[in-house]
């Protein structure tokens, strides 16, 4: 069974940093797109970011732009979502998502492009 871990949520303050993690148990997520998505209280599920398989390119959504990078670490099979700069309307339940194929300009942001998700971390935002 395909499953995937998300860690690394947590409660910091406007301005602050979390490493979100995102690890796949039984798969080898190098050969898979990855991505991020988020979901805040009554709001509709958001595309953050995503990495195309064997590092092929990385997309992010323009509120994440400049603050939150997405990356690889082959050897721990994990991808991390890095986020700096964090402001109140980041707060929000993200998930890790996986596609078993490539993704690209026009569709890594759609939610039918992956096949996989996780159960999500929280991230809260407050002063």
């Known amino acids: 069974q395909f499953l995937l871990v998300e860690s690394g949520g947590g409660e910091v303050h406007p301005g602050g940093s979390l490493k979100l993690s995102c690890v796949a148990s039984r798969f080898n997520l190098n050969d898979y797109a990855v991505g991020w998505f988020r979901q805040a209280p009554r709001k509709q599920r958001e595309a953050i970011s995503a990495?195309?398989?064997?590092?092929?390119?990385?997309f992010y959504a323009d509120s994440v732009k400049g603050r939150f990078t997405i990356s690889r670490d082959s050897a721990k099979n994990m991808v991390y979502l890095e986020m700096n700069s964090l402001k109140p309307e980041d707060t929000a339940v993200y998930y890790c998502?996986?596609?078993?194929?490539?993704?690209?300009?026009?569709?890594?942001?759609?939610?039918?492009?992956?096949?996989?998700w996780g159960q999500g971390t929280q991230v809260t935002v407050s002063s």
């Open positions: 998502v996986a596609r078993d194929g490539e993704v690209g300009g026009s569709s890594w942001y759609l939610t039918a492009m992956y096949d996989y």
């Open positions: 990495i195309g398989r064997n590092d092929g390119g990385t």
